[in-house]
């Protein structure tokens, strides 16, 4: 009897802490595909215990939801669910978040482009706050802070400010191309990282990384997978089940505060850099003390998700296009006239 009760405590607690979702009265609940666990499949929890008919009276979908069931290959479990729902939008729970998945790019510019003001919003997420010092721009709630540094950060990212790099953008780019073309084959993952991480990282920072050896890429990529691993859609176990902050102990608590750790000392040492006058290249870190707007804590985290936001984005993305173009050589053929065309001197 005493296990009951520990567990009708703890679920207890756990769905007090993890809010309920709510569909305005008169408003159709989205589709939803079904869920496992604790999700809507009461007869499968009857079969393991008979006190199991407690989270028929709790609504059960407010504590896995769809946690798990993504697998290792999210898309395809996304674009799969869209096929079975056979909806251009459904919904997916993952504890206490509620994600819209949009299928078509009809739906996307309906709720983004036409109607972004209504639908945009943001929850106010324990990775922001503990991770980014509730300072940073992406992650911050809509409001008047969100503004201030939408407006100072905005500022550094203009056409105008970009193409003062793009001699050195050119440079990069080269120099990494030249260290891939290799005669052996190779896993181009590291390379192109680079070469993101650096134009970025000038930007950013006025700082360069020389090779992927050099101890300062290396540190920089840890860092990178330690942001990709917590601020993955797929596992942010704290924002979902925040109820587990409360744990002690707790793992992912300490890896949240280690990563916080070791973005405030790698842009913290940049910041000095350039404080103290040993790094003079010109970059948004410079630019952005200069201006005095805004005070140490504040830039660091700011140009630690910029450099964040600016790297392993567009590696995917590249390393997406090599990928389909490598193993469709038509796309390939086409993609290369097209650049003889625009580009006849490369
Ligand atoms: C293929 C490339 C990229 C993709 C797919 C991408 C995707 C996204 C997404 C989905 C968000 C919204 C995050 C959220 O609100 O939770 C976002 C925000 C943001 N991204 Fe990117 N991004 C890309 C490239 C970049 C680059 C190159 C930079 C900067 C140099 C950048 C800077 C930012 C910033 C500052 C935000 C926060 C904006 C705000 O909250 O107002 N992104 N990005």
């Not at 159709?28 to 499949?41: A, E, Q, T």
């Not at 980014?132 to 911050?140: F, Q, R, Y």
Request: charged share 20%; hydrophobic share 35%; glycine share 6%.
């Amino acid at each position: 009897m005493i296990s009951y009760t520990i567990l009708a405590i703890f679920f207890g607690l756990w769905y007090f802490f993890t809010k309920k979702s709510s569909v305005s009265k008169g408003l159709k609940p989205l589709p939803s595909p079904p869920g496992r666990f604790f999700y809507g499949n009461y007869p499968f929890l009857f079969r393991i215990n008979k006190f199991m008919f407690i989270f028929k009276y709790l609504n059960t979908t407010n504590f896995l939801g769809h946690y798990g069931l993504l697998g290792s290959k999210p898309s395809e479990t996304l674009t799969k669910w869209a096929h079975e729902l056979n909806s251009e939008i459904y919904s997916i729970r993952m504890g206490r978040s509620n994600y819209i998945i949009l299928n078509s790019d009809k739906i996307v510019e309906e709720l983004y482009q036409k109607k972004g003001k209504i639908y945009s919003s943001r929850q106010n997420s324990y990775n922001f706050q503990h991770i980014l010092g509730g300072v940073a721009i992406s992650g911050c709630p809509y409001n008047d802070y969100y503004k201030k540094i939408k407006t100072i950060v905005g500022r550094l990212l203009t056409l105008q400010k970009i193409n003062m790099h793009s001699s050195l953008i050119d440079r990069i780019t080269n120099e990494g191309l030249s260290e891939i073309n290799h005669s052996e084959p190779i896993n181009p993952c590291l390379y192109i990282r680079r070469i993101t991480l650096n134009i970025i990282l000038d930007i950013t920072v006025g700082s360069y990384t020389t090779s992927i050896n050099d101890p300062l890429f290396i540190r920089l990529n840890n860092w990178m997978d330690g942001f990709i691993s917590i601020f993955s859609n797929v596992d942010r176990k704290l924002d979902y089940f925040p109820i587990l902050k409360y744990i002690p102990g707790n793992k992912i608590k300490k890896g949240t505060k280690a990563l916080r750790d070791e973005t405030e000392s790698l842009f913290g040492e940049f910041l000095e850099n350039v404080k103290s006058g040993r790094n003079r290249n010109p970059c948004a870190m410079r630019e952005i003390y200069e201006q005095g707007e805004l005070g140490d804590h504040e830039i660091i985290h700011n140009m630690a998700i910029l450099t964040f936001a600016g790297t392993d984005t567009i590696a995917s993305s590249i390393m997406w296009l090599l990928a389909h173009l490598a193993n469709n050589p038509l796309l390939q053929e086409q993609a290369h006239k097209e650049l003889n065309t625009f580009f006849p001197d490369h």
